[in-house]
């Protein structure tokens, strides 16, 4: 079951999607692919939590029609009855709820979601029929921009079935208001994030103290699975719902200075920098951290001197994040402090994101120049790669937009002197 208040916190979304649409049918299904084409589209979630990937969820300010031949009595006989919104879902089969239980089944989902009407998906096709000849406008949920090359996600195909039996429709894309409204964090969505942040920490805090010369990068993602694996799976999981093909960078050595290295199967030598990455999920929220530490537990002059390069950067940029400021902003203060020592050619990538239902949570469409709002939840990560040093050094935390400034969330520890020490090796 829902916590109550996030089940009622959707329905203040729906209500507040309404709102800005103004009018039109809005025509929301899971579009697969978010802004970033290896995650899941999570807006669906956000307006009614998790339900089955093949859920439609119609809404319209001016009210949808519906049950048009079983009002029988009084003078609304045959003209149904207006709802605001109607969420279809597939039938479970008997086997399903043998295996699986009632889960997602119609009378649960609309006690749980708070949705007005669960229907049928089979319903779906006559529903739309009947009220979109009498609307002129479609808002659709496209939450990234679809590749052209590519065969059409069902997503698509749907909608342009519609276009083309109702051509006078005007369409419009509701992602981008979707966006806007998931960029500021409500009281719960935090408390959710910090969660997150806080058990990743503990996980990362095992695997900084156990990986050293000789172990192999598999340990790291091991300890990751297992630590994840004994917590409530309903609570905690890896970010394995998304597209990425681990769920955690451990990279030693070299492998530290390929951004996104995923195979975790190299021996780490003496002398070695280990990067570790990942994303921690807490009631369907995701934290993002990094750490960058000596596998014997000293780091070298060199490796010394651009980890505390990195760590200046990411201090200048939290630094600049306060209401009003931008992700813009706090990525160029970054890569000042890199141009300063003239390593920004060695620079990759932007140096933050924000995070939230997923782990790149609502990015895209101009994100990166909204102003910061109190709520707003970002991860700043400067990133120096020197692939001919073997040095990779990233530093990853959250930081949370307050009224004042920016409070960084919990993570493990990433000064010099405090990482030695917890990495100190017999």
């Known amino acids: 079951m829902e916590n109550q208040e996030i089940t009622k916190n959707y329905k203040k979304r729906r209500m507040r999607l309404l709102e800005i649409m103004g009018e039109g049918l809005a ?25 089955p990937n093949d859920a439609v969820l119609l809404m319209a300010p001016k009210g949808i029609v519906i049950d048009r031949f079983e009002t029988h009595n009084g003078p609304k006989v045959g003209r149904g009855r207006k709802v605001q919104e109607v969420l279809f879902v597939r039938n479970l089969l008997e086997q399903e709820k043998i295996i699986n239980g009632e889960g997602h089944s119609i009378s649960n989902l609309q006690e749980e979601k708070g949705i007005e009407v669960v229907k049928s998906l089979k319903d779906l096709n006559a529903v739309l029929k009947s009220n979109l000849v009498n609307e002129n406008i479609l808002w659709v949920n496209v939450a990234n921009s679809p590749n052209l090359n590519k065969p059409l996600t069902p997503n698509l195909i749907k909608i342009n079935q519609i276009r083309d039996r109702f051509s006078w429709l005007q369409i419009k894309n509701c992602a981008p208001l979707i966006h806007n409204m998931r960029w500021v964090k409500e009281p719960i969505e935090i408390e959710y994030l910090r969660n997150a942040f806080q058990i990743h920490s503990e996980i990362f805090t095992k695997i900084m103290q156990a990986l050293k010369p000789r172990e192999n990068e598999s340990l790291g993602k091991a300890i990751y699975d297992y630590e994840i694996g004994i917590r409530p799976p309903k609570k905690v999981r890896g970010d394995w719902q998304d597209r990425y093909v681990a769920n955690i960078i451990v990279a030693a050595g070299k492998n530290s200075a390929i951004a996104h290295y995923m195979d975790n199967n190299q021996t780490i030598q003496d002398g070695d920098l280990i990067l570790i990455d990942a994303g921690v999920e807490y009631n369907g929220y995701c934290s993002d951290i990094s750490r960058t530490f000596p596998a014997n537990g000293k780091f070298t002059v060199r490796q010394k001197e651009i980890y505390k390069i990195v760590l200046e950067a990411q201090k200048a940029a939290i630094a600049v994040m306060k209401p009003g400021k931008t992700e813009k ?82 993570g493990p520890v990433k000064e010099i002197e405090d990482i030695e020490a917890l990495c100190k090796r017999d």
């Open 329 to 410: 902003d706090a990525h160029y203060a970054a890569y000042e402090v890199f141009k300063k020592y003239n390593l920004d050619k060695y620079g990759y990538g932007r140096c933050g994101h924000s995070v939230g239902l997923n782990i790149h949570d609502a990015t895209g469409w101009g994100i990166e120049e909204h102003p910061f709002e109190p709520g707003v939840v970002v991860v700043i990560e400067p990133f120096i790669a020197i692939p001919d040093e073997n040095i990779g050094i990233r530093i990853e935390d959250g930081v949370l937009i307050t009224e004042n400034g920016a409070e960084v969330l919990q």
């Open 27 to 51: 025509f929301i299904t899971t579009s697969y692919a978010s802004p970033d084409v290896l995650l899941y589209d999570k807006n669906l979630q956000y307006l009614v939590g998790k339900i």
